[in-house]
Each structure stands twice: as structure tokens, then as C-alpha cells.
């Protein structure tokens, strides 16, 4: 039984360090999820992973098709997700490599399909969403973080932008405004869909540059992105490796 699903963002296509026991190519009711469902193995226990922009990273944040990924995992019996997201450092803490556990969000996004319910023969339905993350498995992340040895922010809000163009300084100024901390193209309506469809869902951010506007340089250089997501990829390694060594959900 596999309860617990990787989405993994840019930077992080397929994970290594896990057996690979199969791949399953998925069809829903909202057509067809980024990539396989890859099935892997770590110390007895089973894991889903799902690279959300494509095995070849060729899907970009406003074309996912996050209905059909989220129901895709929902078939198969998974519980958790986890999700692996790549973002801008707005929070002066949150420099390039630093990881981090978001408690919140707000959804900056248009034009996504963004629910399941969508009326007609069904009835309304409103889910809760105050708290957008899982406590539980965000407690595991961080619990696992520490046994790692790895350093990890502990909450924060999440802004979630539409992309794929990065954002404008002023446009990072408002954010900061509102409250966000964090800023990324995919995180919704990913979260909201994984809380309609009742997955625990929880995300580990990890910060790939300043924001815009933020830090010393006057623009943010692609080829930094990359070199500070590799340097920090391989910390997410080890942490999930921890975090599915450890299954359940203490
Ligand atoms: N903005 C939005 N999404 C991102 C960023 C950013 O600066 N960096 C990585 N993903």
C-alpha cells in the first residue's frame, strides 16, 4: 500500500536514491497527470513520485494539470502528499538553498482550473481551508529536517503568482505587503485541490533565488537559479529519505 506521493518541482524530475519498482501511466476524468506514476522503495516502505512539470520538465506552472494529478494520486489510495516546490526568497531569512516548511498561502493565480466541484447534478461544496497545509506531515518534514541535520524555516506564507514570467519588483513589494514570504508559480491550486480530494498535503519550499527586487543583484540570473536548486536538491534528497524511512505521520 502506498500512502505517501512526491510531487517533485523543478530541480527535481525523478528522485534518486529510491528502487524503482514500476511505472504507471494514468488516464482521469481530467485527462492525463504530467508524467507516470513512478512506484519506488525506500527501507520496506513504498512511495509514489510525480515530477509536476513533465519527466522532461517541459510543462510549464500555468499548463499543469493539476485536476488530473491530484485526482490521479487520489485513485491509486494514496493519503500524503508531499510537495517539492521551487521559490523566490521575499522573507530576508529566506536566502538561496535555505529550505522551508510554508503554515500559509495566498493565491495570486487566474485561470487554472482550480476545483473539483464544480455544481451542476453535484451539490456546493465549500471546504475548509484555513489552514491550507497539513500539520501533521509538515511536523514530519521538520522533524525530519532536524534529524538530518538539515536547516529548515519553519512557517511562512506562501504567495502563489501564475508565471511563467518572474514578478516585477513593485509586484514583490506587495506581496511582502500581504504578508507573503515565499513567493512560487505552482503551489495553487495544487494545495486546494489535494484538500478537496481529503490528502494530507504539506509542502518543503526550497529557495532558488531572492525574490525580485531583494538581495544584491539587479536581476535574477537563470543560471544562479539552477546552481542554487542543484546545491539544495541534494539536501531534499537526504531529508526525504528520512521522512519515508520514517512512515508514519509522528
Ligand atoms: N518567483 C516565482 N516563482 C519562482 C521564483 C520566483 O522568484 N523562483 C523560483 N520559482
Redesign the pocket.
Known sequence: MTDLAIIGG?GLNKLEGINIIRRRVMRTPYGEPSGPLTYGEINGNEIVFLPRHGTGHTIPPHKINYCANIWALKEIGVKEVISIA???GINNKLAPAQLAVPDQIIDYTWGRENTFYEGGAGKVIHIDFTHPYDNALRTRIINAAQKAGIAIFEGGTYGA?Q?PR??TAAEIDRMEKDGCDL???TGMPEASLARELDLAYACCAVV??H??GRGDKEE?SMKE?ELYLNKAMQQVRELLIVVLSNPSST
Open positions: 523543478t521551487a521559490v523566490g503568482t508565471g518572474l514578478e513567493v512560487g508559480m532558488a533565488n525574490a525580485a535574477i537559479i
